[in-house]
């Protein structure tokens, strides 16, 4: 069997996701976390966290982050963004508006549930 996981920087990763998921806890209520880590030259995952504890269920434990239908929340918005300022699509002076949007089914929502 071949994997593409670099055993070290998955142990790195793995540790990262539990010491954030304390603060992340802590600062807003978050209390799991996960990550991957690609090689940028090959496209290769080198490192995959799908949960701070894949046995505790009280945090919803059990995730693939990769097969998982969870929203990837803010995390994209750095890479939505920089693609859009390629395109000059946007600038630094066009307004981003945090409001509610209806795409058919689909209703996305903040993490508190608010619009500013």
Do not use: H, W
Not at 13 to 31: D, H, Q
Request: glycine share 6%.
């Amino acid at each position: 069997m071949y994997t593409t996981l670099d055993p070290k920087l998955q142990e790195k990763a793995e540790s990262l996701i539990v010491e954030y998921a304390k603060t992340t806890f802590k600062n807003y209520g978050i209390n799991n976390g996960s990550m991957v880590a690609l090689d940028t030259v090959n496209r290769d995952v080198v490192a995959m966290v799908g949960s701070q504890d894949y046995f505790n269920k009280d945090i919803d434990g059990e995730v693939n982050i990769m097969t998982s239908m969870k929203q990837p929340g803010s995390s994209m918005k750095p890479f939505i963004y920089a693609r859009a300022f390629e395109k000059n699509a946007l600038s630094t002076d066009t307004p981003i508006f945090d409001v509610e949007m209806n795409f058919g089914t689909y209703k996305p929502k903040n993490f508190d549930g608010e619009f500013l």
